[in-house]
């Protein structure tokens, strides 16, 4: 039953290498994909059983489109396309994707490995429009020159923090992800002095010690992601965020990997950001950090994606 569902690797310690790739697949019979679905672990552990101590795992997520397209079960009830947010001066883009792929190891090799495994299996059946290589900068900084993720929750709590808990049983032990690209301009960063650049983040650069709340900025990066319930407390996300980039072509960023049992947190963390709070109070990062893609996913627990559900229009598994 429920408490039995197996959850994919979400909850997983930090990673020095990762690969996210983004997909639409084309129209056509879900045969061909949802078999894939159900082979994507094995891929893993095949590739893993190599090096077992390099910490290689795949989180695998469905886009709302997609999924009325592979099963004859309605969305998870978080499940939509993710929502363009607009503020006065930023805006949160939504752009296409049906599938994700979040491969993590210690080395790039095996995340590689993992990706080109996937699409060569997903071949004329869908297409990459976003692949993203992230590594491990320095103490877990991002490219800014700030530790990212300091209190993303560990261990239990990471689990609880991500682990649709209640509801449909079929889909307890699931997550949803929230993954978008954003693009820095390093060179206007760099310029501001690193006692505007703390204001802007809420944390001191070399420390990493957040800004007392008295003596923080409101429209900084800490202050706006701080989400708490009708009863004060805190409501988390766990971030995976990755560092990319590449210096031929000029192109510095930050990729966003976001899960949550909800992702309404997330798009209270995303509203706060771009529309502010209050409105016109926006993140000051969104300043010198452009945000280029954006979606939205399901993380099914991985008994649904290996014994799937049946297809539209059949009484069982195509």
């Known amino acids: 039953m429920a408490d039995g569902n197996r959850s994919q690797a979400v909850a997983v310690p930090p990673a020095r290498a990762a690969v996210v790739l983004v997909l639409t697949v084309r129209p056509g019979p ?23 101590d390099e910490g290689l795992s795949c989180v695998t997520g469905i886009g709302a489109d997609l999924w009325d397209r592979l099963y004859a079960l309605a969305r998870p009830p978080g499940l939509h ?124 650069k070399l420390s990493d010690i957040e800004i007392p709340d008295s003596e923080k900025a409101p429209n900084s990066h800490v202050a706006l992601n701080t989400i708490t319930d009708a009863d004060g407390n805190e409501r988390r996300i766990v971030r995976e965020n990755m560092p990319f980039g590449s210096v031929g072509e000029g192109v510095f960023g930050t990729y966003f990997i976001g899960y949550a049992a909800d992702p309404g947190v997330i798009e209270q963390m995303l509203h706060n950001m771009f529309v502010g709070d209050p409105p016109g109070n926006h993140d000051r990062i969104l300043d010198f950090s452009t945000a280029v893609t954006g979606t939205l996913f399901f993380i099914p627990p991985a008994d649904l994606l290996e014994d799937p559900p049946p297809a539209p229009g059949h009484e069982g598994p195509s």
């Open 30 to 52: 879900p045969g061909p994909v949802r078999e894939l679905l159900s082979d994507a672990a094995g891929i893993v552990r095949a590739v893993g059983f190599r090096a077992p």
């Open 81 to 204: 396309r993710f929502r363009k947010i607009s503020g006065d001066r930023h805006t949160a883009v939504s752009t296409p994707g049906d599938l994700v792929f979040h491969v993590r190891a210690h080395r790039m090799d095996l995340c590689f490995e993992v990706a080109r495994r996937l699409t060569d299996r997903l071949s004329g059946l869908a297409d990459v429009v976003d692949e993203v290589h992230g590594f491990r900068y320095f103490d877990e900084r991002d490219l800014l020159g700030f530790v990212d993720g300091t209190e993303s929750p560990t261990g239990a709590e990471a689990v609880d923090t991500v682990r649709v808990a209640d509801g449909d049983p079929v889909f307890v032990g699931g997550s949803y992800l929230v993954v978008q690209k954003y693009v820095h301009d390093l060179g206007a960063w760099d310029a501001l002095p690193v006692e505007e650049q703390e204001r802007a983040i809420g944390r001191h």
